[in-house]
């Protein structure tokens, strides 16, 4: 019963890949909370695990993992609305399935190889097999190259799919986007002996992803969601999404500069990079405001009670929108103004931000559109919230917000303490982290990592059980 709703449902065989992309994601996505919450403990208490699992390992995991995740999640997402944008397969699918083995296997092995070797020689072979010690770009080389050559598959998929099918001005915007998510990874497959040089480009692959390509894709994927979902006006999705791309690939470039004040560029680059880096988010919050006021008011106008097609999808979606502005752009630039950041800068101010920003703005969409996949794999027409994504979505918002103030705390007390009052030392740097307020934080941090890994559990049990429900409820 259970196979055949599935087969009858997803017709295309796109779809399925891209729900088999989203069932490693959301193992990823497990595997990055267990890694997180360790840490945590490591944090507090270093003897634990002590001489069994590093503290940097499980960091490196936890970090490596949140990358990995939402990119098996965005290329299921991709897979998953080709078929409904263009009106076709994808060209090469059985390339495509290919491209998900490789890729998957060799994300297992990279894990493994962090988890049990986790450290190696300071040679060319620890670069090439065990990891390239760039942050967020753990990677080992070989790995670097197979990457590339999976997503150059993925997007042969995608471009071609759309060259044959229907254009759709979503569909023109992801196409073009994710050529520059994947050239912008390429500056970081090259090393530099300077590490200003190094470190110039690094950040170019870190954060223009996030600030520019990622944003634009996440934009993609809500006007995709929001047609599905209560039947959006295109024109009006589409008209944001190109001045998304107009502003984000503009002020995501501008916004780099932030960083740069650290590797000795020109200080014109502090203002700058501080004012283009908090507008990123203010197109997407725009896009959701005014489709979901016309939305209303059509509605309103025919005297019909507002239809939303899937109830947790929609849920998640609204949540990315505001909680994009709150943790990219509210939490952002907290600490990007260069009179701030000069005492900021490398303090738990940046990872109260960084939680708060990938959680609002990438996971909360991507979890959405798992719901959607949910939703036509058994072929239900309307989906609504169960206990169970309500408590998910819940515990898992409340635990990543709990973290981030908790974070915000320990990083406030490092900028009085350790910086200004200490001036940045070593010593200010241990003193600061053995007062009450830092242990007090960090214990709090941990807590609310445990009820965002609670949240998960929902979530998992939610996915797993939600469209078996739904589909039956509505025989």
Same mark, same amino acid.
């Given at each position: ?195 200003s040089v190094d470190q110039y480009w690094w950040w170019w692959v ?7 390509? +990622?944003?634009?894709?996440? @934009? ?6 929001? *047609? #599905?979902?209560?039947? =959006?006006?295109?024109? &009006? !999705? ?31 680059w502090w203002e700058i990079g501080a004012l283009f880096s908090a ?15 016309? +939305?209303?008011?059509?509605? @309103? ?6 239809? *939303? #097609?899937?109830?947790? =999808?929609?849920?998640? &979606? !609204? ?13 952002g630039f907290f600490h990007t103004l260069p009179q701030v950041n ?47 994504? #309500? ?85």
């Amino acid at each position: 019963m259970l196979t055949s709703i599935k087969n009858h449902n997803l017709q295309y065989e796109t779809q399925k890949l891209g729900m088999m992309y989203f069932r490693v994601a959301i193992i990823l996505f497990g595997a990055q909370l267990l890694m997180g919450l360790i840490a945590a403990i490591q944090f507090m208490y270093p003897s634990f695990l002590y001489g069994i699992f590093d503290f940097s390992v499980a960091r490196m995991v936890h970090i490596n993992a949140l990358v990995v995740w939402m990119l098996y999640a965005m290329i299921g997402s991709v897979y998953y609305m080709i078929p409904d944008e263009t009106g076709l397969e994808a060209v090469g699918i059985k390339l495509g399935k290919l491209a998900f083995w490789v890729l998957t296997l060799a994300i297992t092995i990279v894990v493994l190889v962090f988890i049990f070797i986790q450290i190696g020689p300071g040679d060319d072979s620890t670069i090439w097999l065990i990891n390239e010690g760039r942050e967020y770009l753990e990677a080992p080389r070989w790995a670097d190259y197979g990457i590339v050559v999976v997503v150059l598959i993925f997007y042969y998929n995608v471009f071609f799919t759309f060259l044959k099918g229907r254009r759709t001005g979503v569909m023109t915007v992801m196409v073009a986007n994710l050529l520059a998510l994947a050239g912008l990874y390429l500056a970081g497959m090259f090393f530099t002996d300077n590490i200003s040089v190094d470190q110039y480009w690094w950040w170019w692959v870190i954060h223009l992803w996030v600030e520019a390509t +990622w944003e634009v894709f996440v @934009g993609t994927l809500a006007a995709y969601a929001l *047609i #599905k979902i209560i039947g =959006a006006k295109r024109e &009006i !999705v589409e008209m944001w999404l190109w001045i998304e791309v107009l502003m984000l690939f503009g002020s995501g470039i501008l916004g780099l500069g932030h960083h740069y004040f650290w590797i000795g560029t020109p200080e014109y680059w502090w203002e700058i990079g501080a004012l283009f880096s908090a507008l990123e988010p203010v197109p997407l919050v725009a896009m959701f405001v005014h489709v979901l006021y016309d +939305w209303g008011k059509e509605q @309103g106008a025919h005297g019909e009670k507002p239809a *939303i #097609k899937n109830g947790p =999808a929609m849920a998640w &979606i !609204v949540t990315n929108a505001f909680g994009n502005f709150l943790g990219a752009g509210i939490w952002g630039f907290f600490h990007t103004l260069p009179q701030v950041n000069i005492y900021t800068h490398g303090t738990q101010f940046t990872a109260a931000h960084g939680h708060l920003a990938f959680f609002g703005a990438y996971a909360t969409i991507l979890i959405g559109m798992m719901y959607l996949g949910i939703q036509g794999a058994y072929g239900i027409d309307r989906m609504k919230a169960t206990f169970k994504s #309500k408590m998910a979505i819940f515990l898992i918002t409340f635990g990543v917000l709990g973290m981030a103030v908790a974070l915000t705390i320990a990083g406030y007390e490092q900028v009085l303490v350790e910086r200004a009052e200490l001036g940045g030392g070593w010593d200010a740097f241990f003193t600061a982290q053995n007062l009450v307020w830092m242990k007090q934080a960090m214990g709090w941090r941990t807590v609310m990592g445990v009820v965002t890994f609670i949240g998960f559990i929902y979530l998992v049990w939610d996915l797993l059980t939600i469209g078996k429900e739904e589909s039956e409820n509505n025989q």
